[in-house]
């Protein structure tokens, strides 16, 4: 048994959520996909820029993979500097902004974060976050995002 430890979330800069906004809805109806930059603190993670790129998966409507030269090129990009690629996002045309069944199959970097939007109807919907939960058989594990620049109505009451 694992007792997760200090409370970890995700601080998603403006930037960032709406550059995937953006790509989301622009793929639409096929899945939209890039990488996240940023860094890991000791609360989670901290992303300040999200980059779209293209949807190199034959079946771009239902799968992704996001375009390895884009990965590389950032890579490179950011050797040396305070940031690093931290995860990707990807999103679900008409679906649930939650791993599918090919996302399981498909997850093997327990470092990454993915954030996965619903675009429904063609819109931003629901943007959730998720890692690999440690273990033999690892379950996505939810991970809270915070929006710094979003004055929503989520703060306790
Ligand atoms: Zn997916």
Redesign the pocket.
Known sequence: MTVPAAPVVIRLEPDAASAIARAAEEAYPN?ACGVLVGRIGENGWHVIQAVAGANVHPEPRH??EVDPRLVFDWMRRLRGGPHALVGHF???PD?PAE??A??RESAYDRSAIWL?AAVPGGRLGALRAFRLGKGADPPFVEVPVEQPGCSGSAAGA
């Open positions: 899945e799968r992704f990807h999103s679900h679906g791993p599918s090919t996302d996965i």
